[in-house]
């Protein structure tokens, strides 16, 4: 898949509450829960010239009470980022996007792995604790997984409890993996490979060819991990984010 395309999978399988088309760029909000969700996407031709899609963008966000915020692709317009830099617009997150096919995977689904359709409140519950959410954060996570439309909310399970937690959004036949978190306690034992075997085992049984998912570019320990689970990089990206008003070009 290409850059675009790996980009508006990951937008349609972690939804927005609203957006708002400007040419190709996609204006995304979720009440601020993630900035994946609460980002201007910037593939493609905006219509505008790219002073007055800034503007746009910025004013659309103040708008709405939130951080104006741009996500940074490689196939975002060349001259964007430095536009953004000149207007004191910060850099945010960097982040890798990872993809792997799962065409010839070996694995069957493990008898540890429980999938459920729907995200029910001992799932969310358990994502929120272990990733020590605020209640408002955690109702803002509820309300946004339960807009994915196709999904397995995974557990991991043995005679010890449930040890890890993850969600694969499917579309068509791909998938993205996301919200995996493992047991405070069970962190460092091999449950998170594990896991994530599992999870690839149950998207390519959905009929997943691929998987994607997204690291922090801080997060040297999960980018090891998915290393050696055979994930390879598509692409980086990063945020924009603007934190402090700007005079428009009058556009």
């Not at 692709?73 to 993809?99: F, M």
């Not at 449950?191 to 049984?205: D, L, P």
């Not at 990063?238 to 005079?247: G, I, K, M």
Request: aromatic share 8%; charged share 20%; glycine share 8%.
């Amino acid at each position: 898949m290409s850059v675009s395309e790996i980009e508006l999978l990951a937008h349609r399988t972690w939804p927005c509450r609203s957006q708002e088309m400007l040419g190709d760029w996609i204006l995304r909000e979720a009440g601020g829960f993630t900035r994946r969700a609460n980002s201007c996407l910037a593939v493609g031709d905006p219509g505008l010239a790219l002073p007055c899609a800034i503007d746009r963008v910025e004013a659309w966000y103040r708008t709405k009470e939130l951080e104006p915020c741009i996500k940074i692709t490689p196939a975002s317009h060349l001259e964007l980022d430095g536009l953004l830099e000149k207007r004191g617009w910060s850099i945010a997150t960097p982040t890798r996007t990872l993809v792997r096919s799962l065409e010839s995977n070996p694995s069957e689904p493990s008898p540890e792995l429980i999938a459920s359709a729907i995200p029910d409140t001992d799932w969310l519950r358990t994502v929120s604790l272990w990733d020590a959410e605020s209640s408002d954060k955690a109702r803002q996570h509820a309300e946004l997984a339960l807009r994915i439309s196709s999904a397995g909310f995974l557990r991991w399970k043995t005679d010890r409890g449930v040890l890890a937690v993850g969600l694969v959004a499917l579309l068509g036949s791909e998938s993205f993996l996301y919200d995996v978190v493992v047991h405070p306690e069970a962190r460092g034992q091999g449950i998170g490979r594990a896991f994530c075997v599992a999870a690839m085992a149950w998207g390519a049984s959905c009929g997943s060819r691929s998987m994607a998912l997204q690291v922090l570019d801080s997060n040297l320990v999960a980018r090891g991990l998915y290393a050696s689970l055979g994930f390879m990089e598509s692409h980086p990206y990063h945020y924009r984010v603007a934190t402090s008003e700007h005079r428009t070009c009058g556009c």
